[in-house]
């Protein structure tokens, strides 16, 4: 096939960092296989310390390059930016730039100068050579994060505190796509940063180890999100259970990722329990390059034979909402797809006629999270209703990737996971682009870009076009980029999830809960 040769490159790229691609995504045993510690084993119950108990695990805190919801919330505490989102409400503030907005040269050429005085936390000078360094790290071929930095041609140091960004193109969320950045010392190798990263934020590292991370104040921070604890401590509690006892007993103050049924269990014992609509998602994943999978009526036909609502119902106890478009109905940029993909199983079975694939058996892979393992059998009996004949076949989160899609030719059929890029920013082409951009999910997952050029190509003209436009006149185009993803619905949402977090009131003051994995603990304080 004339695309093998690309694909042998693309794969090449991703062998080397298959973890980091999926872990935001929900998809690696980075984020799921890992087993709690002791609760509290180092944060104690001395005044000023915060313990919460986190969901997710990860042996990657590279800030140029991790992607876990453990490291990525951690991190947030010890790493800066040029500027950074109070993920709260995704609201942008300059963090380790010395000025509110870059300084702009044109429409393509900026300047942005370092916070002056600003240090790591082992002293040294932070300097134009460490943001080079770090934006050169974080654009290296194969790298994650590169996809969302794509649109930046140049970094080159001016002087000693302040460097000159050149880019491909007028891209108007610059401050927020900056964020994804974090600088660290130039002089720092990435074993050191992958496993206990130096920064400039208010707090640093003391341990990290498979079971427990704790961070303390940088006494060199002097930025303007002064640390308010003495210490932070994130427990590793992956089960659900363990997490929930944890905050009944009064062993963590925060508890992340609270299951909808154990949220009564948390407010019984005195936590409050926020909910935050957001991204995160399960999707199905189809192999393009595979009839009759390449028929974008087949793909919407699985849709239209799932009830999804059935699913919110009894699987996510009504904590979540049916997906009418790419993007969630509380993201700003919604609007709702023209392409009806809700459940309608004789529009289902009518779509499979048209498409000449009224009888097919298909394998149905999903990932190993549980509350993924336990949408698969309602899934499976309502494609069987329309003559479906599916097979589940369930595997542990790294090796769904590993073993069946990062492979030289992948042969499978459907897939069923989690993904939120949302940790990352919520501007609409960073979320689009995630999964439909020219980078791993569509060169070697999806085989979209060479299954449909045409559509791959308008869908990202499209993008392109709206990121060079102020918001207000962008919504066209983002209107017009979810109407394509829904009717291709190559990788698509079933529902997007409601987020819900705990955390002790008596104890803990300032806290805001976030739509995303990770806990930001950046404005909460220890009263004790």
């Not at 001395?46 to 695990?57: E, F, K, L, N, Q």
């Not at 119902?313 to 009418?324: C, L, P, Q, R, Y």
């Amino acid at each position: 096939m004339a695309h093998l040769n690309r694909r042998a490159k693309a794969l090449t790229a991703v062998l080397a960092t298959a973890a980091l691609f999926i872990t935001a995504c929900g998809s690696s045993n980075d984020t799921s296989d890992a087993a709690g510690g002791a609760v509290g084993a180092t944060g104690g119950d001395g005044a000023g310390t915060i313990i919460s108990g986190v969901a997710y695990a990860t042996t990657n805190y590279h800030p140029s390059s991790t992607s876990s919801a453990l490291a990525m919330g951690t991190n947030w505490h010890v790493v800066e930016g040029l500027y950074e989102q109070d993920l709260s409400d995704y609201s942008v503030y300059k963090a380790l730039a010395a000025e509110d907005e870059p300084t702009e040269i044109s429409d393509t050429e900026y300047e942005i100068s370092i916070r002056e005085g600003a240090k790591f936390s082992d002293g040294s000078d932070v300097t134009s050579a460490d943001v080079v360094s770090s934006f050169d790290r974080a654009m290296a071929e194969g790298n994650i994060y590169a996809a969302m930095v794509d649109f930046i041609d140049t970094v080159e140091a001016k002087d000693d505190t302040t460097v000159t960004l050149k880019l491909q193109y007028p891209f108007e969320l610059l401050k927020e796509r900056l964020s994804v950045v974090k600088i660290v010392p130039e002089s720092a190798s990435d074993d050191e940063l992958t496993s206990m990263p130096i920064g400039s934020g208010p707090y640093k590292y003391e341990s990290i180890t498979d079971a427990q991370v704790v961070a303390v104040p940088n006494e060199n921070y002097n930025g303007e999100k002064e640390a308010t604890n003495g210490k932070l401590v994130w427990d590793v509690l992956v089960d659900d259970t363990a997490r929930t006892n944890a905050g009944q007993s009064g062993a963590a103050d925060i508890i992340e990722n609270v299951s909808a049924d154990n949220a009564s269990l948390l407010e019984g014992a005195g936590m409050t329990v926020e909910e935050k609509d957001g991204f995160n998602l399960p999707f199905l994943l189809f192999n393009t390059e595979k009839e009759p999978f390449n028929d974008e009526r087949v793909r919407q036909a699985f849709h239209r034979a799932i009830n999804k609502q059935q699913l919110v119902d009894n699987n996510m106890s009504g904590k979540a909402v049916e997906a009418t478009s790419f993007l969630p109905e509380s993201h700003p940029n919604y609007s709702e797809a023209e392409t009806d993909l809700s459940y309608d199983p004789e529009a289902a079975q009518a779509l499979l006629e048209e498409a000449g694939a009224e009888d097919i058996s298909v394998t149905l892979l999903t990932t190993d999270h549980t509350w993924i393992e336990q949408l698969s059998p309602q899934i499976k009996n309502d494609l069987e209703a329309v003559g479906i004949t599916v097979n589940i076949q369930s595997q542990a989160s790294a090796s769904l990737y590993s073993d069946y899609l990062d492979v030289e030719d992948p042969s499978f059929d459907v897939a069923l996971a989690p993904g939120d890029p949302s940790v990352f920013g919520q501007d609409p082409a960073l979320l689009m682009n995630w999964w439909y951009g020219d980078n791993v999910w569509t060169q070697q997952r999806s085989f979209w870009q060479e299954s449909d050029q045409e559509a791959f190509d308008e869908l990202q003209n499209v993008i392109t076009e709206g990121v060079k436009k102020p918001s207000a006149e962008a919504q066209e185009n983002w209107d017009t980029a979810q109407n394509i993803i829904a009717e291709n619905a190559v990788i698509y949402p079933l529902f997007h999830r409601t987020l819900l977090t705990a955390y002790n009131p008596e104890k803990i003051e300032g806290f805001k809960a976030i739509s995303t994995t990770g806990l930001q603990l950046l404005d909460a304080t220890s009263n004790e």
